[in-house]
């Protein structure tokens, strides 16, 4: 009988969450159905939930009006670079603020909090006037620079800092009576144990660098060196309208290794922040 209840339960909650699910998984299923419809019929009402006449000429068409390939492979690479680099400055600096006690540690850990509050809109001028007096502007420096030194980094290192925060401190002393320095403590003992943060920092950092579309419009102005979200504003006709069937190819491809990243790392995305916790 609790067996009959249990499965009645699953049965009702597996649906209610499938019904939720919907206002979610629509906009996506439009977008990749709608960019294999002719333009006519992508705002056909009723809206067909699958093209009656499938057409592959919008994902052709995207690799002819824009050089795609180089603005893909540009957002890959730069997004790497900028994950691996908030990695390393995150976990460093996150061990030194939780383990490293030294005066004025909570001042200048409230002063580093302080520039999340700081909205990007604020600082884009003054940035733009630096990397244009160091000749930068027009390559992609400063995407890779500013994401690493700036907020999406310091909320890396409050992530990496409550978790080693958590780790017991016998730990650490353990490690110095084996004669462990403290660097030589934080890459073989910390370091291993931080995982489950680090998977968190590295999957929300990759996306916050891939979906990346007000510094790339005031320090890009070649096609060559556009990244995605900007090269997916180009898709327009001779009259400034959106081409709709080639925006949602390319919008298509851009966003589905995204998803499908975070459909086989959600798992230590949860884990990572849920070990974080808010102690200290």
């Known amino acids: ?78 997004a790497l670079i900028v994950t691996v680099g908030t990695l390393a400055v995150s976990a460093l600096s996150g061990y030194a603020f939780a383990r490293i006690r030294f005066r004025g540690q909570n001042v200048l850990f409230l002063v580093v909090l302080a520039g999340l509050l700081i909205p990007s809109e604020v600082t884009i001028v003054p940035l733009f006037q630096m990397f244009f007096k160091l000749g930068l502007v027009d390559t992609h420096w400063p995407l890779i620079l500013v994401p690493i030194l700036g907020a999406p980094s310091v909320l890396a290192t409050f992530i990496m800092r409550q978790f080693f925060i958590s780790l017991p401190g016998e730990l650490e002393e ?34 916050h660098s891939w979906n990346l579309y007000l510094e790339p419009i005031v320090f890009l102005s070649s096609p060559e060196n556009f990244t995605l979200p900007q090269a997916l504003t180009q898709f327009v006709d001779a ?36 070990h974080t916790g808010l102690k200290g």
């Open 174 to 207: 353990a490690a110095r009576v084996d004669g462990l320095g403290r660097f030589a403590t934080f890459w073989k003992i910390a370091l291993p144990l931080s995982r489950p943060a680090l998977g968190a920092v590295a999957i929300f950092t990759f996306l």
């Open 1 to 78: 009988m609790n067996r009959d209840i249990s499965r009645r339960t699953k049965l009702v909650l597996y649906g209610v969450l499938m019904v939720l699910c919907i206002p979610f998984v629509f906009p996506t299923w439009w977008m990749v159905t709608s960019s294999l419809k002719p333009i006519a019929d992508i705002f056909a009402f009723p809206p067909q939930l699958w093209p009656t006449d499938v057409q592959f000429d919008a994902y052709q068409r995207v690799f002819e009006l824009q050089p795609f390939e180089r603005q893909y492979f540009n957002s890959l690479y730069i």
């Open 239 to 274: 009259y400034g309208g959106p081409m709709w069937n080639v925006q949602l190819a390319a919008a298509s491809m851009t966003a589905l290794p995204v998803l499908a990243v975070f459909v086989v790392a959600q798992k230590q995305f949860v884990e990572g922040l849920a």
